[in-house]
Each structure stands twice: as structure tokens, then as C-alpha cells.
């Protein structure tokens, strides 16, 4: 739930995350878009829930036709954690 409060809040204690969302909330006020998170529990949630624990029979039972494949990240997105408000 630290994620949804960081977020809703928009305050963390980490500087690495208050970095991340001054990115974040930044390009929304640039785009006139408003945020909010949302604490799914694991039950509402479980094909996320399955990923995050690395469960993947579970994943796939739940998920079949996902792609057996994953796709690779943005380049852009791995940056945002690096670059400075001017990104």
C-alpha cells in the first residue's frame, strides 16, 4: 500500500521515488491530467498478484492467453529515475 499513498500523497520518503513522481506529476500538470491510486487487494488482483511472486503455472492458469513472451521496456522509461526535471 506504500506505492498508493506515495503516490496519493505525492510525497515518499525515498529520494529515488520523490524523484520518480516530481516526473510523473510534472508531465501531468503539463498535460492538464489529474491521478489518483487505487489499493486493489491480492483477491481482486490476483494475475498482477501471480507476477509479482514470480508464480507463473499460477500466471498462466489464470492468464492464457497471455503472451508466452514478454516485451522489452522503453528505454525512455528506464531513464525517467535518471534524468532531471528538465526530461
Given at each position: 500500500m506504500g506505492v498508493v499513498q506515495a503516490i496519493n500523497k505525492q510525497f515518499a520518503s525515498s529520494a529515488e521515488v520523490v524523484r520518480l513522481l516530481?516526473?510523473?506529476?510534472?508531465?501531468c500538470l503539463q498535460?492538464?491530467?489529474g491521478f489518483r491510486a487505487v489499493h486493489?487487494?491480492?483477491?481482486?488482483?490476483?494475475?498482477a498478484d501471480s507476477l509479482s511472486w514470480f508464480q507463473w503455472d499460477h500466471f498462466r492458469q489464470l492468464a492464457p492467453t497471455a503472451e508466452m513472451e514478454g516485451h522489452q521496456f522503453p528505454e525512455c522509461l528506464l531513464r525517467?529515475?535518471?534524468?532531471g526535471l528538465e526530461g
Open positions: 516530481r516526473v510523473l506529476i510534472l508531465r498535460i492538464n491530467v486493489l487487494p491480492r483477491v481482486q488482483n490476483d494475475i525517467i529515475g535518471t534524468i
